[in-house]
């Protein structure tokens, strides 16, 4: 056992004394769920139950509180380090996570991104630029059209092919016959133009088709697997990056709840930045302000914070913006994110005029490729 | 392929007309996820595509839409099911999932419950009576204390006597130790009380641990699991079930959120009702109303009737509330829940007094067990 302890910071809603008793009472629901009467004093009392380290009022309605919880509470575990994290007070109103902060004996006991920013880098030889998206769809279309796409949009010079995330094994293109025509369609485009260029199936998918299926996609040759924590669970992340060794896109379906009441869940830069990357997520997708969805410039650049900041021995990840983008969005987006950031364009690509290859072109000229 | 769909019910906050410009939305984000200009006539426009089936205003700012998919986008599949249902939308505010109804088909497709109410009323030889539930806590204390605990509990009469959902596989109390001593624990008590009692350890866990600790729960004799699918994922569900024939008692640690604003998020009917039940879950745990959380009776009532409403040809599971509950409060949960309902008390049956084989005999008596 160590007497090490890791970090949470809280805002929670209410003035002083309310926060305060929520800060006190959220140190015993994450550890040991007691009354607090009945707490064993001694090493539980002392080690076990959470601790305000700090407590600050930031707002007219809100405090910070800063909590520190033993390390030994995690098991040194992805799932139960979330469980204490953000568990059963995800059920009380009032209380955001907005980050954390974990000792190098408790990062180092986590893989994180096995590639990051300077593993996707090499692997695009592209040392500098940013790194180019894009998905094929619309679903309904058979793997023969998407094989097309994947090939189309390759031979503009886009670095990953990936599926729509809600491509799965349905039967208008089925999982395996849509990797066997995509993986090969992307290499063929790689083969042209003597650029890397990958496709990056979905595989979210129950247990244990999910492990059989990156397994699959690795025997093809796909060069990146796509999935969505939020329906996969994180806990998966480590073992399909270990199993492939190939690059994760982490995609945001089924998350968005946890941040869109700003007085609850879990902060944009804690959810998509610190926690897909310490999950082991190369590129953590978002939707980008100003596009389809309703993220602001501020909640971006929180991303990709916790994409890029400094956390132990783990490298950055790409933030990957997405969710409605198009080309004349290109410059805007550059100047926002600068270089390590990997732009989605999806649809956006496919509004840009019939010739899609043509369209990819420009897009990877935008980012000077 | 087939031409059946299924329902989604969505509220959808705002006036009519800007609700009704939602409900489009929805049509299209969760299934091409295109622009609607592009979206291919014919086959995907008609078919895959979300199809507002019925719209009516419900309140002052708030309508429902009825949207039907095609049983075809989800390939069968529980993960891309709820993709479907509640993936990309989740991002979007003023989106709430309210319920759901699936053909038999598609509920053909996934094994439902495995025991839910009939067969754990026959495990337990409880033909009517509410079945009993407890957890070992608090986390911090060693192995042999929990078994301890867990047998003093069984000598009291507790049906399903489970770990604490924050206990993993901490130095404290490694996972295979507590597995070993408390599933001998609830034997012991099981034979000298000549009634059934089970130790249900919490499994949830990153992969592929929570698969081995199911496995060797399991062989040690355990008599259900315990797992919080929001840190856990859905799609392990009937994985876990289908290996262990185990009955599975849900926990909602994590998922919380989901329900906590009335205009976005999952319904409770639906997240503690409906998708426990349809991943697996023989019994979904929350927190009662009056306890330590927020929820209210209308919330509980919805839950209870997610759990046991006609759902094709799967059982209905038990509701099991708990958080914060005591002995006190039983005649009243009776009356709101009647008979098919799972008692959860935890840190209430240590409050009665020191004497817990007694205090569990109470909770017993006062179901008439």
């Known amino acids: 056992m160590s007497n090490e302890r890791f970090l949470a910071y809280y805002r929670l809603s209410g003035g002083k004394h309310e926060a305060f008793r929520k800060a006190k009472d959220i140190c015993l629901e994450q550890t040991v769920e007691f009354p607090e009467e009945l707490v064993p004093a001694g090493f539980i009392r002392d080690h076990v139950v959470g601790r305000i380290e700090s407590f600050r009022k930031t707002g007219k309605d809100a405090c910070e509180a800063r909590i520190s919880y033993a390390c030994d509470t ?9 469980n204490v994290l953000f568990g059963n007070i995800s ?25 990051g920013v300077p593993g996707l880098r090499r692997m695009f030889k592209a040392p500098r630029r940013p790194l180019l998206c894009t998905a094929i769809k ?3 279309l058979p793997a023969s059209k998407l094989a097309e796409l994947t090939f189309l949009f390759g031979m503009g010079g ?9 491509l799965a094994d349905q039967p208008f293109a089925s999982f395996r016959e849509r990797v066997r025509l995509c993986t090969r369609a992307a ?45 996969a669970g994180y806990g998966i992340v480590p073992y399909l990056s270990c199993a492939t060794h190939l690059p994760i896109l982490a995609h945001p379906a089924f998350l968005g709840t946890y941040v869109l009441d700003p007085s609850s869940g879990i902060s944009h830069h804690a ?29 971006c650049r929180s991303i990709a914070e916790g994409c890029t900041d400094r956390m132990g021995p783990w490298n950055p990840i790409f933030p990957a913006p997405g969710g409605g983008m198009s080309l004349s969005r290109v410059p805007e987006m550059l100047k926002f994110y600068g270089q390590d950031v990997l732009f989605l364009i999806g649809g956006g690509l496919f509004k840009d ?17």
Chains 1, 2 share one sequence.
């Open 353 to 369: 005029g019939p010739d899609i290859t043509a369209n990819a072109r420009r897009f990877r000229e935008m980012v000077g490729g």
């Open 271 to 299: 959810l998509f930045g610190q926690i897909a990357r310490m999950a082991g997520a190369d590129a953590s997708i978002f939707p980008n302000f100003g596009g389809r969805f309703s993220f602001s410039k501020q909640d």
């Open 187 to 231: 290499r063929e485009a790689s083969r042209r133009t003597g650029r890397p260029c990958v496709y990056a199936p979905n595989v979210t998918a129950s247990h244990p088709q999910m492990v059989e299926r990156a397994l699959f996609a690795w025997r093809e040759g796909a060069g990146a697997l796509l999935l969505s924590p939020g329906l």
């Open 74 to 82: 995690t098991g040194g575990e992805l799932t139960q380090l979330l």
């Open 158 to 166: 886009i670095d990953i092919i990936k599926d729509d995330h809600g």
């Open 91 to 115: 059920i009380k109103p009032g209380i955001r996570l907005e980050r954390f902060t974990l000792p190098k004996k408790l990062l180092k006991g986590f893989e994180g991104p096995r590639y």
């Open 138 to 140: 619309p679903m309904g």
